[in-house]
């Protein structure tokens, strides 16, 4: 039987800061039970792993900086603070100093209010449920830990260097007979944690930059701007006449891409597209397998498919793509939102790299974004994220379980449903898919009526 995590969700720990179970209590529990995993994990009882911690921009990330760093150094551990650095960026760092492990303190998308924490293991890798499982026993109980005193108590440093060490890597990404000479790019940067690194990479590798949302205060990440408003980027690419349109969120796992005539490129059609391209240099074959989730789009599968490649679905989460993409070798994958995993040059989402390899593919065929991408025929989709107040398992709840049976009968093998609720977020999500937009849009909406009429009390 699958025991259910009372902290873990399926990107790390997240809440509202400052409310369990984003509170600095929790972050100094957290950090003495990574340590004391670590210490075991790799035979260093009685010595002191390394860990590297990084955050975003967000307010709140200050207190829980310290408050997780506290929890290391009381285990006995090392700490390395990056300050401000994405996500991919702690990936990175963390294997290239031959840490034990690395913790980046963000909550990704969400408004600045909020707060997470993902750890990542010595290879750069997301922890799988049962690490996570095991790491929040001991958070919960912990008598499991064993206390370390005099000597055997640990240090923190602060090591803003390490953000040359990423800049370095990510710009390597770029294909060395590739430049971005002649290139006019806006580069949404949310406010968040890639506000220096960005614009710098680009910039270095030739392009021009115009650089949007690179003044965060703590509170305006992800405000208005990046990934989430990509409509802010749009209006900046016919303003500026650039060629492309790069909107990270406040981590920079993730990428939306807006081409030149300021239209919004569909997330399915980027991993469409670098498919495509990886196929045409010979990097993937028709042996090798495209990792998406049940959300990809039907149109990006066939299209992949078409090409000659699988496409294999897992449950949402980027970390459950990187670890298919472990098991079988696969080089790509990619989720509609924006998270796009190459497997050649990071362990994780990284919105950067993506951003340059589709940059190469743009030199590769010199065509713009726009041409690439319409070839790549998606089916109608509709997304609504209804606002819950509680969790209660769809199949409970006997009007929406009855409503759900009806649609997909209704629906038939011309399109399909996803219900699931948010492992971040207070939120029940409904993707309605097929043939017929029409058909599509009224099943929705009535799905919709009906969850907020149960869910929402």
Request: aromatic share 6%; charged share 25%.
């Amino acid at each position: 039987m699958t025991q259910i995590r009372k902290l873990f969700g399926t990107d790390g720990i997240r809440g509202e800061a400052n409310t369990y179970p984003m509170t600095c209590e929790v972050a100094v529990a957290l950090g003495r039970a990574i340590t004391n995993y670590f210490q075991k994990k790799h035979g260093r009882d009685g010595k002191r792993p390394l860990i590297i911690v990084g955050k975003d921009t967000r307010l709140s990330c200050y207190m829980l900086e310290l408050a997780l760093s506290s929890g290391i150094c009381s285990q006995g551990g090392r700490v390395i603070l990056t300050g401000p650095l994405p996500t991919p960026g702690i990936a990175f760092v963390t294997c290239s100093m031959r840490a034990d492990a690395g913790v980046m303190i963000s909550a990704s998308h969400n408004p600045f209010g909020d707060n997470g924490i993902k750890i990542f293991d010595a290879d750069g890798h997301k922890l799988p449920d049962s690490v996570e499982l095991e790491i929040e026993k001991m958070v919960l109980d912990p008598s499991l830990i064993p206390t370390q005193r005099g000597d055997l108590l640990g240090r923190a440093e602060r090591l803003d260097e390490v953000i040359g060490r990423y800049i370095v890597f990510a710009k390597s990404a770029l294909n060395s007979k590739c430049d971005l000479n002649g290139l006019r790019v806006v580069v949404d940067c949310a406010n968040g944690a890639a506000y220096r690194v960005a614009p710098m990479i680009f910039e270095e590798l030739g392009a021009e930059v115009i650089k949007l949302s690179v003044s965060p205060n703590g509170q305006n990440i992800n405000d208005g701007c990046g990934a989430l408003h990509p409509e802010h980027c749009a209006n900046a690419v016919l303003q500026y006449r650039a060629d492309i349109g790069i909107c990270l969120d406040g981590d920079a796992d993730r990428l939306i891409v807006v081409d030149s005539s300021g239209t919004i490129v569909d997330g399915d059609k980027v991993i469409g597209l670098l498919a495509k391209y990886f196929y045409d240099l010979g990097v993937i074959t028709d042996d090798d397998e495209v990792v998406g989730t049940v959300m990809n789009n039907l149109g990006v599968e066939n299209f992949i498919k078409k090409l000659g490649p699988k496409f294999y679905r897992t449950q949402v989460g980027d970390r459950y793509i990187a670890a298919r993409m472990r098991e079988v070798g696969s080089l790509i994958g990619g989720e509609p939102s924006g998270h796009i995993i190459l497997k050649e040059y990071n362990t994780t989402g990284d919105g950067i790299i993506a951003s340059l390899k589709l940059l190469e593919a743009v030199r590769y065929y010199k065509k713009g974004i726009k041409e690439l991408t319409d070839e790549i025929m998606l089916y109608p989709q509709v997304l609504h994220n209804v606002k819950v107040t509680r969790k209660i398992p769809v199949n409970d709840v006997p009007r929406i379980a009855n409503k759900i049976k009806q649609c997909e009968a209704e629906l038939g093998d011309k399109g399909r449903l996803l219900v699931r609720y948010s492992g971040t977020e207070a939120l029940l999500r409904i993707m309605f898919e097929g043939e017929d937009n029409d058909q599509i849009q009224k099943l929705a909406n009535e799905l919709k009526l009906i969850v907020e009429e149960e869910l929402i009390k």
